[in-house]
């Protein structure tokens, strides 16, 4: 697949987000804040998810007496 290709999927994938969430409606000042909140948000989710998910899941196996 060459470059020109994959810079087309990525338009249309770019596209097919901004259909399905209504994005489209929005002027481009808005679009970018939406954007911006959602990249932090879903960022946040992983960091979250990165730091205490070991510690839950040590949590829930020491509960269940799989590790000591």
Request: glycine letters at 4%; one cysteine or more.
């Amino acid at each position: 697949m060459t470059l020109g290709d994959c810079w087309k999927q990525l338009n249309w994938f770019y596209y097919q987000y901004l259909l399905v969430t209504a994005l489209y409606m929005l002027e481009p000042w808005e679009r970018t804040v939406f954007n911006s909140l959602l990249v932090s948000v879903a960022g946040m989710a992983v960091y979250t998810g990165y730091v205490f998910m070991p510690q839950h899941i040590m949590a829930i196996l020491h509960y269940f007496e799989v590790v000591q």
